[in-house]
Structure formats: C-alpha cells, structure tokens
C-alpha cells in the first residue's frame, strides 16, 4: 500500500477536486485519479469528495495507492532479451513472431504472459505496463513501465512526441533519396485487420532515409513522428516502396531479375516484414535523465543484406 498525501495550495482555491489531484499527483494518469474517487481512495480532510466536487486551499489529500491487480492472464515462461531493468522501467528486445499482448487468435504465447513470469507485479498495470506495441513480426526495442508513475511518465512522452524510435527497414524498388510522409491513416474501409491512408484518418509522419541502394531494393532508416498501428508498413505501401516480405501491404511476391542461387533462397525463406525497431530514447520516469538504447538488425535481416550486397558483385 502507499498513501500519499498533500496540501492543496490556496492558489487552487475554486478548483474541482479531479484537477486539483491532476496537478497534486502528476505522476497519475487522470484516469487512475478518477478510478480512485469513485472507489473512494481519496480523502479530503479525512472525508470522500466527488471528483467535482471545489476545494478551497488549505485541505490536506489523502490518496491510497495500493497497487491492484488488473491484468489477468496467465504468466508463461518465455524467455525475455532484457536490454536494460531497474525499479521503474524495462526495455526488451522482442523477437519476430512473439504477438505483444494477448487478443483474438493469440491469447497465449505473448510478450506479455512473459513479462508476468517475469514479475509478477506487473499484474498490477495497465497491459502488464506494456505503453507501446508493434507488430508480431516486427523485430526490436520495446519499453515497459514497471509502475503507475512510470507508465504515466512513459504515456505522456509518446503523447507528447518526446520518445525517440528508429526502425531499420528494407523495401521492394530502388529508391532515389529519402523524404517524409504525411498521410493520415485509418482503418481500411473494407478489410479491419488492414489499414490505410484516407483523409478522414489520424495525422500520421514518418520520415525515412536511404542507408543502401541495391538494384531492386532500398534499405531505410526510418524516424517516426507519430505512431500508428502499422504506420510504417502503410505509408511505405503508399509510396509504392513496400517492405519486402510484407504479407498485408507488400502485394504478389515476385523473384526480381538477374538473381542469384543464394539471394533467391533468401527471398523466399523470409516470410515476415523486413522492419526492425532499431533505436528507442525516452527520459527516465523517475530521474529524467535521457536514455537510448541500439540494437543491431537480427540474424534473417543482416543474412538478407549480406545477399543483397553479393548479388549487386555477381
């Protein structure tokens, strides 16, 4: 349990209750604030208030912080690549093919059943303290918040567009330079797993950069500005550079010309999107100091590359 308490500023005076602990409490998400309301966890004055309820300065808070457990699926063994841990944050570098958290068809087998084998207090967090996704076959960084202030913090950075994230990825055509795109992105108005541009969407940016050219393809470094679901994979289709080996966006697989034995074997042993989340910065929930943490491409993806580049000598 932690109770945590505070004096209201005078200045607050006139202020409704759920504001004055937005401001008291920061390291809350609002929603949490109100949740402790109306379960009666917060005292004013040794007395239950509504959350819009005015105070007038001079009352002392008493907030009950007791962690509860509101993730209930099952903790599984799987083996986790922890880059960084400390109290409040873990960042983990998840492999292609491991699903982030539980849904329909994957209800077992994901990141998160491994981070409750993990800790167990995890339980106690929103999605096991998970704060951003990507996709099952997507390779990289991922951070988790290891308490509510930390998934406050973390939350509020991604709104606020503070966190740093890079991908590597490789795309179908060669490209002649870099650029960004700035297309909205909603769900595709016929097919829900998909999504795709349409001005009625949710602003969306990502920024790319050439690494290499090869003759049929481009390896990219690419920035985001926002994070949709499948940002990178839509915008990337929609300027008809898609991701090599994506089964949603990429279209027909085709062999390109002039290949060689070792390339084509590649090309069709490799059945996700050639996406790896590759940089992640972020400021410490608790110290704010800034951290980033780099992770070389996998095994498949620099075996592709390493084919590629021989292919271009042949």
């Known amino acids: 349990m932690t109770k945590l308490t505070a004096v209201v500023p005078y200045e607050m005076a006139g202020m409704r209750l759920d504001q004055v602990l937005a401001e008291l409490f920061a390291d809350y998400s609002r929603s949490k604030l109100q949740t402790w309301v109306k379960a009666g966890r917060v005292q004013v004055n040794d007395l239950t208030f509504k959350a819009k309820d005015k105070l007038d300065g001079g009352e002392t808070i008493t907030l009950d912080a007791e962690a509860e457990v509101v993730v209930v699926s099952e903790a599984e063994e799987i083996p986790l690549d922890i880059i960084f841990e400390d109290e409040s944050l873990l960042i983990v570098n998840k492999p292609a093919g491991l699903v982030v958290h539980p849904a329909v068809g994957n209800w077992n087998g994901t990141l998160l059943n491994a981070l409750l084998n993990h800790d167990a207090s995890l339980e106690t967090l929103p999605r096991a303290g998970i704060v951003h996704r990507i996709d099952k076959e997507t390779s990289g960084l991922l951070m988790i918040a290891k308490t509510l202030q930390a998934h406050n913090s973390l939350t509020q950075q991604l709104q606020d567009r503070d966190i740093i994230r890079e991908y590597q990825a490789i795309t179908r055509g060669r490209m002649t330079a ?90 069709r042993s490799f059945k996700r999107q050639a996406l790896h989340a590759a940089k992640l910065g972020l400021h410490h929930p608790v110290t704010d100091d800034y951290l980033e943490w780099e992770q070389p491409l996998p095994d498949d993806m620099t075996r592709l590359l390493e084919a590629l580049a021989d292919n271009e000598q042949d």
């Open 178 to 267: 870099g650029g960004t795109v700035d297309e909205p992105i909603a769900r595709h108005p016929t097919d829900r797993k998909r999504y795709a541009v349409k001005e009625s969407g949710k602003f969306a940016v990502t920024h790319y950069r050439v690494v290499q050219r090869f003759s049929h393809y481009t390896q990219i470094q690419v920035k985001l500005e926002t994070g949709r679901t499948h940002q990178i994979r839509v915008h990337m289709a929609h300027i008809r550079y898609p991701l090599l080996g994506d089964p949603v966006y990429g279209g027909r697989f085709q062999m390109p010309p002039n290949c060689s034995e070792r390339l084509e074997k590649e090309l």
